[in-house]
Structures are given as C-alpha cells and as structure tokens.
C-alpha cells in the first residue's frame, strides 16, 4: 500500500517549525474552524474536540491523507485564557498571570482519511510565572509582541525570561504540537522518523 502524504491542518507558523524537526515532508492546510468553546465542556475536551475539527475539516480536500490537528487551552483559576490580540490585552492577562501557574492543554490527531482511523492526545503543561512588575511586562511585550499566543508568553523566546518554572512531559507542547505523542501517533501508522 503507498504512502499517504501528511498533511498539517494549522495555519499556525509555531506548529509548521515544529513538524519540521521531524525532517519529513508534509504540506499545510488551513482549516474553516469555529473555536469556541462548547457551554459545559472542560478545557481539556475543547482542545482535544477542536484539534480533531480542523483535522476533520480539511480532510475532504486533502484526499488519502494523514492529516494532523492541534489546539491549546491555556487555562489560569478555572477561566480560558485566549489569544491577547492586542497589546492592552496582553497587558491585562500578564498582570493576571503573574505569580501563579497556568495550565496549558494541547492537543493532537492523527486522521488517517484513507481508513478513518483518529488518534488523539492531550498533553497538560503547567507553567509558574515569575512577579512581574509593570515595567517588566511593558518592556516584555514592546520587545516580543506575543499577541497570537495564549497567555502572551512566547516560551520558545523571550517569554521563557517571564517564567519560574515548568512541569511538561513534551516543551514542544507548550509551544502548540506535542512532537512526542505525534511521533508515536505516526509510528502507528506506520511512519517510520528515523
């Protein structure tokens, strides 16, 4: 049986250097995606149902593919903590997050379109900011505007300078893809890495 090509359902730029490290070749999709969350549904279920809907969503343009999904939910006193967008905004969530631990949720499929077959993980990172002051914040955000990360802290730049410390299984998760778990879900499929 050929191969099936693997494609990326993400438009995310973090996820696309992430996959990259496994040095196999794959293509981006952009998946149409409402990302709400669902009333009554946990953190941990938004990111993993999400993660399979963009999956799911580009798989009827891809043909026979492996299609990988991903999303994070980071989490800070039982509240989501969403893409800051903006600089007031990312001014509001570190003032809000500085001296406690937030949860990051990311989640993983692996769709395989050709059998139907999805895997799915969810790996959790907590993550100890340090006290920030205000100055530290704004010097922070002029320098690495993180407005497109959860929590506006760019871990894998200068936002590892705004953390304490870290309890994760994977750091590729806490940056979007959990590389770990993927290669496993590959291997399942009969991906070999290396």
């Not at 993660?51 to 593919?65: D, F, M, N, P, T």
């Not at 949720?105 to 006290?131: D, I, P, W, Y």
């Not at 410390?165 to 993927?182: H, R, S």
């Amino acid at each position: 049986m050929a191969k099936l090509p693997l494609v990326l359902a993400s438009t995310s730029v973090y996820r696309r250097d992430l996959l990259s490290r496994l040095q196999i070749p794959f293509s981006v999709a952009t998946p149409e995606v409402d990302e709400a969350h669902a009333p009554g549904e946990s953190p941990e279920q938004t990111a993993c149902r999400l993660a399979q809907q963009k999956a799911r969503a580009v798989s009827g343009s891809c043909g026979e593919a492996l299609i990988i999904g991903s999303d994070q939910v980071a989490v800070l006193d039982g509240e989501p903590l969403g893409k800051p967008l903006t600089h007031e905004n990312a001014v509001r969530q570190l003032r809000r997050i500085r001296g406690k631990t937030a949860l990051f949720h990311t989640a993983v499929v692996l769709h395989n379109s050709r059998t139907g077959r999805t895997q799915t993980r969810l790996v959790s990172s907590a993550v100890t900011f340090r006290e920030l002051s205000d100055q530290q914040i704004q010097n922070y955000l002029a320098r690495e505007q993180p407005y497109h990360c959860a929590g506006a802290a760019k871990t894998e730049g200068l936002g590892i300078a705004l953390i304490e410390k870290m309890q994760v299984e994977d750091p590729n998760a806490l940056i979007g893809l959990p590389l770990i778990a993927l290669v496993d879900m590959l291997q399942n499929e009969g991906v070999e890495i290396v």
